[in-house]
């Protein structure tokens, strides 16, 4: 099974050098306007071919709504959203399992009957059509008062020491060609740039925030708020750790310094931290939700490594010659964004 949700159920569909991907959305709430023209901003913002930072592959991602929809609104039906894949070359993909790819492990599963063109459904591609349906989820939300943002926090282990104060501010970073903070933009992009130059890629960190979100949102346990974020946090390509808050940094505290102490203002309870990222018991608080999660390294790199042909079931050396991201962090930020848009839109629902 491929669907993700309880109330917001949500599948993706189809591989990356095949003739469509998409995504099928259940459980939408009927009356909803829809502006295309925001979801076309949110697509060209993780469409590839745009940068130097990203793969060559030239895609529009123009996405084609087939149902669910009728006069700008949602009906309440499921709707159906699919996006042409015009520009695969899968001859630059051969036989020998790539490292770091799920060639291996789909081998293992599907016993070689699955489509593997440049990674099949286990692409980075099949992120464009969650990038669809967190633009829907950004609309909703955004009704409600609710906003979400993303950023590159670090490339390799260059990593940004400022955090964004304000909405305005994290908008100005997030929509920025490469969403990073100024200070360290150019940094990160040289960086990025040297290992590409050696055939080589870099990982990094990217944190999001949703804004707004209101106290109460969430279950217990199983349908904790940070449950939910995390099931389509680690469906992401390339997606190796998640934490909120404070995360990790938290385990070298006390639990004085930890803990976030509270106030009240205007009849209103407030924290005066934000160690637990707007999440507690599984519920939000009413303080930013803050997440980030660790990318790795792009498993495609241009270096010589040593594998296997699965075929001859033989040692053999693996030179990939397929368009990469040197770097999946950049465009891997409003992905990021849609899968939080899309949690927060589940548990709010």
């Known amino acids: 099974m491929n669907t993700w949700g309880r109330h917001i159920r949500l599948s993706i569909f189809g591989e990356s050098h095949g003739k469509a991907i998409g995504v099928i959305i259940d459980g939408l709430p009927a009356g909803e306007s829809i502006d295309e023209e925001r979801i076309a901003v949110e697509m060209s913002r993780r469409a590839p071919g745009g940068t130097e930072f990203s793969t060559a592959r030239n895609e529009s991602d123009l996405a084609e709504i087939l149902s669910g929809t009728l006069n700008g609104k949602t009906t309440g039906a499921p709707l159906c959203a699919m996006i042409r894949n015009n520009d695969a070359r899968s001859g630059d993909y051969g036989k020998a399992i790539r490292p770091g790819h799920a060639d291996w492990t789909a081998l293992l599963k599907y016993s070689g009957h699955a489509d593997m063109r440049g990674g099949g459904h286990f692409s980075g591609r099949l992120t464009a059509p969650l990038v669809f349906a967190g633009a829907l989820a950004k609309q909703i939300i955004g009704g409600r008062g609710v906003k979400v943002f993303g950023r590159v926090l670090s490339v390799g282990n260059l990593k940004d020491t400022e955090t964004p104060a304000t909405a305005d501010e994290w908008e100005k970073i997030s929509m920025a060609r490469f969403p990073a ?60 750790g998640l934490e909120f808050g404070g995360g990790f940094a938290l385990t070298h505290m006390r639990g004085s310094e930890a803990n976030d102490e509270l106030y009240v203002e205007d009849g209103i309870i407030r924290s005066r931290t934000n160690n637990n990222g707007g999440i507690l018991g599984g519920i939000s608080n009413g303080a930013p939700i803050i997440l980030r999660v660790a990318i790795k390294p ?7 490594q040593r594998t296997v042909d699965p075929e001859h079931m033989t040692n053999v050396e693996l030179e990939i010659k397929g368009r990469h991201d040197p770097c999946i962090a950049p465009r891997a930020t409003p992905v990021v964004e849609a899968g939080l848009a899309l949690s927060i839109l589940e548990c709010m629902s």
């Open 298 to 304: 792009t498993a495609s790199i241009a270096k010589v």
């Open 181 to 240: 903070s100024e200070g360290v933009r150019d940094a990160m992009q040289a960086l990025i740039l040297e290992a590409k130059g050696e055939g080589d890629s870099v990982g990094g960190i990217v944190e999001a925030a949703a804004l707004g979100v209101p106290g109460g949102c969430g279950e217990p346990f199983f349908g904790a708020l940070e449950s939910v974020a995390a099931a389509m946090m680690f469906s992401i390509p390339g997606v190796k």
